[in-house]
């Protein structure tokens, strides 16, 4: 009876093993994000997640990615921005500060000391607007977490128009727009970057991309 209830125990983990594996190895996503290239190679597995590489363009992206509700669910947490959780921030105040030195020397750099504009995608809790704003520029800022954006609406107290969605903003020609540890956490780099271009191109006009991957840079020279 014990062996008997041993072989049960031990068909039910394989079971569950081969169930698990068979939803990792079902993709969703069958080209780059950035690229569009159709050639990958399989780079490692998370969790439930499978990581492929961009033949082209090096990227690393997932293949079955979690839904869009999954996403806003997981990103609107407090405890993925003061949690300490995987692949999140322990301190989000404290482990971002140091970002904000190397903003202001973007922000002294182009200060003509007439009146700018700034977008940041991402906003999180509105450090680096709040640093604009203190210089009188014109702030926007687009940031997807719920728990994110009202804390950097309290923060800036009107000083900047923080929405959730790129789609929200109003017409716009921006001298300068920030994107910082962003492009890792979308599935789809072109849902949220080309709306941009409908809103804010214009000739007249810089627009500088800070991030901390030169992919986002090829997807919009590129398209």
Known sequence: MIKLKCVIKLAKQI??????????????????????????????????????????????????????????????????????????????????????KMIEEIFAQIDSGRHLSVLDLGCGYGSHLQLAADRGWQCFGVEPSDHARAIAQHRLEGKALIVKTVNELIPHCFDLILMLDVIEHVSNPEELLYPLFNIGRSEEHTSELQSHSDLVCRLLLEK
């Open 15 to 100: 079971m569950t093993k081969m169930q698990t594996n068979k939803a990792i190895s079902k993709p969703t996503i069958l080209q780059c994000p950035v690229c569009n290239c159709m050639d990958s190679s399989f780079a490692f597995d998370i969790n439930q997640y499978t990581i492929h590489q961009c033949s082209d363009c090096d990227c690393k992206y997932v293949i079955n990615p979690p839904s869009k509700k999954e996403l806003e669910s997981y990103y609107n947490r407090e405890q993925w921005f003061n949690g300490g959780e995987p692949g999140g921030y322990r301190d989000y105040d404290d482990q971002t500060v140091e970002s904000l």
